[in-house]
């Protein structure tokens, strides 16, 4: 009895204590969140990025292949926001100063229609929305404070930003000899299952980005096309949005043609607005059927329930940065849990014991019958 309740007594406090330890373990998870997402991120774009650095690396050294890439990598957010910053600051400029116009526009037409003139004649809304539009211009240059605060959360990205891309290059120029060097003290079968796992999951990633960045390009270029002929503003910029939320998976597409349906209300409507809405169904429709398939065909195919599972989970977990590497993490983990059940079919299995001969039949309780006379 005494050994009994030692055992039962042991077993509890091993219990306790894999519960504390692990309790612990997501608490420390939990203080470190930050630098594991940054680490992340850098495997991402390390594997990401390791195609064009291993096609410059044939001609080149190495480091000055990953320096040719990063050349290029930072060389876009510098395009984007010269071409984006320029004309949003222009046009805001123009807004403030057209906007005693605009009022004046409005207090016009109510003025025209006899039941807006009298909703206007009880609470006086032109006159509150002159005074507003006429404050405009001066508020622009209280907003000191704001800028302030955006900049600090600028240099706090910029801070992140730095210390992803050293983790790439890292990662980039020793990541290979770093896999290998830890397969080699694995056994053998499973050194060989779990390479052909990270090679297949890196295959995966480098052709899910290079179709994703493929299929963006053709939604902005055709966008940009579009509502230049239509005459909308902003073209420019508005197709560099489009090309970002085409990234996102299932609803970015549909999230960045919305965007642009509300700015093309200001612009030639209802016509520009109809056009740019028929547009946008037909190019979905498109892209979904034809597009995407294409430029996709040589990543892993996934369900698209877990698609929407995995943004979601993404999104929750990292924001839009998650929701745009939830696809190729997803079928990363699918290509290992492939992997894992073809192991299991193929491993060899114990022998089944050989069949014993059936027993011998039980002699009749009353014993053996006499032998007839």
Same mark, same amino acid.
């Given at each position: ?61 190495? @480091? ?11 060389? /876009? ?14 046009? @805001? ?18 003025? %025209?229609?006899?039941?807006?003139? %009298? ?30 605060? /955006? ?29 290998? $060097? $830890?397969?080699?003290?694995?056994? %053998?079968?499973?050194? %060989? ?17 290079? @179709? ?15 509502? *230049? ?11 560099? !949005? ?19 349906? !509300? /700015? ?44 929407? /599972? ?21 079928? *990363? ?32 309780? @009353? $014993? ?6």
């Amino acid at each position: 009895m005494g050994n009994h309740q030692l055992t039962a007594a042991r077993t509890v406090v091993r219990v306790v204590l894999i519960i504390v330890a692990v309790i612990l373990l997501l608490y420390l998870i939990y203080l470190v969140r930050k630098p594991i997402g940054w680490l992340l991120i850098a495997t991402f774009l390390a594997v990401a990025l390791s195609g064009p650095v291993n096609v410059l690396d044939r001609h080149m050294k190495r @480091g000055f292949a990953i320096a040719i890439v990063y050349l290029g990598l930072l060389a /876009v957010p510098l395009s984007l926001g010269a071409l984006i910053v320029p004309s949003l600051v222009r046009e @805001g400029n123009n807004l403030a100063d057209n906007a005693p116009k605009y009022a004046r526009d409005v207090t016009d037409f109510v003025q %025209e229609n006899e039941r807006l003139r %009298e909703i206007n004649e009880d609470y006086d809304l032109t006159s509150k929305l002159q005074e507003e539009a006429g404050k405009l211009p001066g508020k622009l240059g209280g907003a000191a404070g704001t800028l302030r605060d /955006v900049g600090f959360g600028i240099i706090n990205s910029i801070f992140a930003l730095v210390t992803i891309l050293i983790l790439t290059a890292f990662m980039l120029g020793s990541g290979g000899r770093w896999v290998t $060097g $830890g397969l080699r003290y694995l056994p %053998e079968a499973n050194a %060989e299952r779990l390479g052909r796992v990270l090679a297949r999951s890196s295959a995966a990633i480098r052709n899910y980005v290079a @179709g994703a960045l493929a299929q963006a390009a053709v939604a902005a270029i055709l966008a940009y096309i579009v509502l *230049s002929i239509l005459g909308v503003p902003f073209a420019a910029p508005l197709a560099v !949005i489009i090309f970002f939320l085409d990234l996102i998976p299932l609803v970015g597409a549909t999230i960045g043609a919305v965007m642009v349906g !509300i /700015v093309t209300l200001f612009q030639d409507f209802p016509t520009a607005t109809i056009i740019w809405v028929i547009w946008s169904i037909v190019y979905q429709q498109v892209e979904n059927n034809l597009i995407q398939p294409q430029l996709q065909k040589r990543a892993v195919n996934i369900n698209p329930f877990l698609v929407v /599972v995995a943004v979601l989970f993404g999104s929750a977990l990292l924001g839009i940065l998650g929701a745009l590497v939830a696809v190729p993490v997803a079928a *990363s983990i699918q290509i290992a849990v492939r992997e894992y059940l073809d192991y299991r079919d193929i491993r060899p299995r114990p022998p089944e014991p050989p069949e014993l001969p059936p027993p011998d039949p039980e002699p009749p309780a @009353g $014993g053996p019958e006499p032998a007839a006379a």
